[in-house]
């Protein structure tokens, strides 16, 4: 490897920066604009080449969904969602554990994990209360399926985000190649959810009949916002679903539905903007801007060219390579900078090993590793994160290793089917 | 007019009776907010119908994480976490956070106190930190009534 100052520099930064990240003693955006800002400082990379490196097609689309979400939930649409669906399941707790998991799964797999198990994990605890039972098994596996529905569309999950605006791929690329794995892996890791939390998930009718008394729809407050919003919502859907055709990149069909929603709901602007979570903004900004540096000073080349003479450039193993390597990373720490570096660097390897056109099972892997790995720890992603504090302020803490024990395991059982899929879909 | 122009000097304490004890004396005693001081004498908390509501209410929703239970079927499990509280000692109970003015206080300040937050009483304690005396918003009113048809 060709060592200079402007790699050194480049790479101390970068790893600096993750440390520091890691550490969570300062505000994740900070963090990152110091970096990127002190490369500028050091001359590794200007401004102009800081902001090209800064992909503002992901940060359209997160800012545009963020506000959409942000509009709708006022409606109370998702308590209600997760009210109906443990009626649905006539409080019997195993099926709500199923019903309450496969929305959060499906809301996962169009809106922003976060906010998703933001709004419904409350609203499971106090299905559990009334249930009378710990509400651990329901909540881990909530945390599970945030996760793997959002690696199924390329709008469910930031690496997905990522990936798909570097490479140029379109929603429907993302459920046809992703998707389509997503549901065998969630049916998968209810099986031994079953085993592990069967016997206690067992009530008297009496709680169940509790469950039934639920009004979910007073939970709706504002029917002619829900129905703008749900308007919205399936124009944006639509949108995302077609947006290959119409030529569109899927920041521009988030912004669009943003801003026509705070338009037809004429709600205040700067409240809406308030909301919107900036620190994920500027963390993006950040980091970008430091893999540019990355970037500029053949960091990335170099790395990529490790890789190829590690793998012998062959498609099966660098593929699986990519795939458990980022199924791990992404358990271990925080995915995002871990997939910013790895785009750069999966493109520069597309030369040695046949071309763009090529390479795109490298990609799935790479989807699929850094989207599932977030299951392996109570770190793994940031949902988790969120629904560990919940449950703590709820007098139910979460523990490291006891999530862990189970969830690793679990995590590499969708690592496995995955590697199945992957082999007998592209590698054969 | 000063806050020791106001306030009630005779009140009634908790030092470590349970909740159950203090409710009862609230029955008795025909009284509302309870201050709740240490060996010393010192003030540490007030314990109020409102704060005890909440104590028995789950965290998440007290925390605000769950804003809206308007669905949610008359929850037994608060019926439960109610009666689990009333064994519980006062000291665990209280708010610890609470206001607190000087006998000189001027009326005003105290009765913008309670117009800018939802609280039920002033505690009125000396340099010491010990308890001069209590002010509620009807306190306030009253007086400043008597104060108005006087002048």
Not at chain 1, 29 to 40: H, K
Request: charged share 15%.
């Amino acid at each position: 490897m060709h060592l200079e100052t402007g790699m050194l520099t480049a790479s101390s930064i970068f790893i600096i920066t993750y440390a520091v990240l890691m550490a969570e003693k300062f505000n994740r955006a900070v963090v990152t604009m110091l970096g990127a800002t002190l490369l500028v400082f050091l001359g590794i990379v200007n401004q102009e080449e800081l902001i090209e490196g800064v992909d503002f097609n992901t940060i359209g689309l997160l800012v545009g969904m963020m506000t959409i979400v942000l509009i709708s939930q006022k409606t109370g649409m998702f308590q209600y969602l997760a009210i109906k669906s443990a009626k649905i399941a006539k409080g019997e707790p195993w099926w709500v554990l199923v019903s309450l998991g496969t929305v959060t799964a499906v809301l996962s797999a169009l809106l922003d994990n976060v906010t998703t198990v933001l709004l419904t994990v409350p609203v499971t605890i106090l299905i559990a209360d009334e249930l009378k039972l710990d509400p651990y098994p329901f909540l881990v596996f909530q945390i599970f399926a945030s996760n793997i529905g959002g690696t199924a569309t390329l709008i469910g999950d930031p690496p997905n985000i990522m990936i798909g605006s570097a490479v140029g791929l379109t929603f429907l690329d993302f459920v046809l190649n992703v998707g389509v794995i997503v549901p065998l892996i969630f049916i998968a890791t209810l099986i031994p959810f079953r085993l592990i939390y069967g016997k206690r998930l067992k009530v008297a009718a009496e709680q169940k009949a509790r469950i039934m008394e639920f009004r979910e729809d007073e939970a709706i407050k504002d029917v002619p916002l829900l129905k703008k919003s749900l308007f919205v919502l399936g124009l944006v859907t639509l949108g995302f679903i077609f947006h290959g055709q119409l030529h569109l990149e899927a920041a521009t069909i988030a912004l669009f539905g943003a801003a026509l929603l705070v338009l037809i709901t004429n709600e205040d602007f700067h409240g809406t903007m308030e909301g919107i979570e900036w620190t994920t903004v500027f963390f993006f900004v950040g980091l970008f801007g430091i893999v540019a540096g990355l970037e500029k000073t053949g960091v990335i080349e170099s790395l990529a060219d490790w890789m190829i003479a590690a793998t012998g450039g062959d498609m099966v193993t660098t593929s699986l390579a990519i795939l458990w390597l980022s199924a791990v990373a992404s358990a271990i720490v925080d995915n995002i900078p871990f997939v910013a570096t790895m785009i750069p660097m999966i493109k520069d390897m597309a030369p040695a090993m046949g071309g763009e056109g090529a390479i795109m099972p490298l990609w799935w892997a790479l989807s699929l590793g850094a989207c599932l790995g977030g299951n392996g720890s109570i770190i793994g992603a940031s949902a988790n994160v969120i629904v560990a504090g919940i449950s703590e302020r709820s007098g139910h803490p979460i523990r490291f290793f006891k999530f862990f024990v189970i969830a690793f395991p679990m995590m590499l059982l969708s690592i496995v089917i995955s590697t199945v899929y992957l082999y007998l879909r592209y590698l054969i | 007019m000063k806050a020791s122009d106001i306030m009630k000097r005779e009140i009634v304490t908790v030092s470590n009776e349970t909740v159950g004890e203090a409710l009862d004396l609230m029955e008795e005693m025909k009284i509302r907010q309870l201050p709740v001081v240490n060996e010393q004498g010192e003030v540490i908390g007030v314990l109020s119908p409102r704060k005890i509501l909440s104590a028995a209410l789950p965290r998440y929703i007290t925390e605000g994480l769950l804003e809206d239970v308007s669905y949610a079927p008359d929850i037994s499990g608060y019926l439960e976490s109610f009666k689990g509280l009333t064994s519980r000692n006062v000291r665990e109970v209280m708010d610890t956070e609470f206001v607190k003015v000087s006998p000189d206080t001027p009326t005003m300040e105290i009765a913008t106190i309670f117009t800018r937050l939802s609280i039920d009483s002033v505690v009125v304690a000396d340099d010491d930190n010990r308890l001069a005396g209590l002010i509620t918003p009807v306190d306030v009113v009253f007086r400043l009534c008597e104060y108005a048809k006087a002048g």
